[in-house]
Every structure is written in structure tokens, then in C-alpha cells.
């Protein structure tokens, strides 16, 4: 696609149940990241994907939150068991390259309400 | 890791002034992106520029990588202009996979 997209762009769900939250990266690009957002704070790292391999998880709050990228293409965050601190706005992002540099590129984000 | 510092944190403005907003970081890197988040919440790369000098339009940039610091020129600030602006980085140190680390960010308020 031209952009990366994200969806659902807005979730309100009730503590305790789980949700999913979809990236499909910009077509081509290998490397896919996903970010957090809480209210008035910066963008807290959670997890990269090379292909569909994901090298780096070390942002991953918590065993809740799990990943997976299919076809080396559209990933999918999925949090269990929500809390209301997981309520923030969920960012993906993607490059065409990875550790040797390149320009992200960032979706609109899924904003996660945990009642 | 990589440690990212944003400078001011938040500035205020008449529109039709100038600005500069800094950004340090303690490491080299391989990356250095500025973006600017919209008030709803959209990050809009502004420049992807881990030396050197870039322009585009109102908005010019400068890395200086050896002394580990970036500017960010806001020239004829419009109200449009307001957001938060966030500084990222990518560092070269063993063992980074190629997360950008982000600053917290320094908040333009432009007032008519």
C-alpha cells in the first residue's frame, strides 16, 4: 500500500478481555516495529520484526503482549487479559532497511480504551 | 543504550518567529529522524538525517554527528506548526537490532 495502515483505529474494550491490533507495512519493506504511546508521553519501543523473525522483543511490557508477522508482511500485536495501563495508542511503523540505517515510516496508530 | 535529549520541552510562540529545538544523544548512530505529531496524534516525518543539512521549505535541519547533537529551524512559524516535534535515533552500539529511540519531545504551541 502507499502508507502503513493500521487497524481497528480506535478499540474500547473491558479489563480482562484480549485484543488484536493489525499492521500491513508499506509494500517491500522488511522491517516492521511496534511502539507505544501513553497519554502526553513519548514513544516507548516494544518490538521489531526482520521478515518475520522478531530479533529484538525487549520492549514487550509483559508475557500479555505477543507478536507475529505472516508472509513477511501484515503483523499482528495481541494483548491478553487487558489492564486499563495498557490503554495508550499503538503505533506501527516500517523501513526498507534495518540495522544499517533507513527512514521509518509511521501509521496513524490504533488507539487502545481499557475500561 | 542510546540516551536522546529534547531541548526545549515546550515552547510558545507569536506566529511569524523563528526556532530552534535541539536534540542530543550520547552515542553515535546511523539514523536520525525528526517528526512532528499533529494534534490528532499522527507522526509526519519531518527529516530523515543522520548528518548533514537538509531544507524543506520553512523547515531546515543540521546533524552534527562527531559532536553528537541536531537542530531543527522553524523559520515563519504558522499556527499550523503546533504539535509536538520529536527527535529519534538509531545508535550503532553492538547489539542494537535498529529500534529508534525517541526523545520526549519538545511541545510548539504558535499563537495567532
Known amino acids: 500500500g502507499a502508507g502503513v495502515s493500521q487497524s481497528p483505529s480506535n478499540k474500547v474494550t473491558e479489563k480482562g478481555k484480549d485484543v488484536e491490533l493489525r499492521c500491513d507495512p508499506i509494500s517491500g519493506h522488511t522491517a516492521l516495529y511496534w511502539y507505544r504511546q501513553s497519554l502526553g508521553q513519548g514513544l516507548e519501543f516494544l518490538i521489531y520484526?526482520?521478515?518475520?523473525?522478531?530479533?529484538?522483543k525487549s520492549g514487550l511490557p509483559s508475557d500479555r503482549f505477543s507478536a507475529e508477522r505472516t508472509g513477511g508482511s501484515v503483523s499482528t500485536l495481541t494483548i491478553q487479559r487487558t489492564q486499563q495501563e495498557d490503554s495508550a495508542v499503538y503505533l506501527c511503523a516500517s523501513s526498507s532497511r534495518d540495522r544499517v540505517g533507513g527512514e521509518l515510516f509511521f501509521g496513524e496508530g490504533s488507539r487502545l480504551t481499557v475500561l | 543504550g542510546i540516551q536522546v535529549e529534547q531541548s526545549p520541552p515546550d515552547l510558545i510562540l507569536q506566529e511569524g518567529a523563528n526556532s530552534t529545538l535541539r536534540c542530543n544523544f550520547s552515542?553515535?548512530?546511523?539514523?536520525l529522524q525528526w517528526f512532528h505529531q499533529n494534534p490528532w496524534g499522527q507522526l509526519i516525518n519531518l527529516f530523515y538525517?543522520?548528518?548533514g543539512t537538509k531544507q524543506n521549505g520553512r523547515l531546515s535541519a543540521t546533524t552534527v554527528a562527531t559532536e553528537r547533537y541536531s537542530l531543527l529551524y522553524i523559520s515563519s512559524s504558522q499556527t499550523t506548526d503546533s504539535g509536538v516535534y520529536f527527535c529519534?535515533?538509531?545508535?550503532?552500539?553492538?547489539?542494537?537490532?535498529?529500534?529508534?529511540?525517541f526523545g520526549q519531545g519538545t511541545t510548539l504551541q504558535v499563537k495567532p
Open positions: 529519534a535515533v538509531r545508535g550503532l552500539e553492538a547489539g542494537n537490532t535498529g529500534k529508534l529511540i
Open positions: 520484526f526482520q521478515g518475520n523473525s522478531a530479533p529484538d
Open positions: 538525517i543522520p548528518s
Open positions: 552515542d553515535s548512530v546511523n539514523n
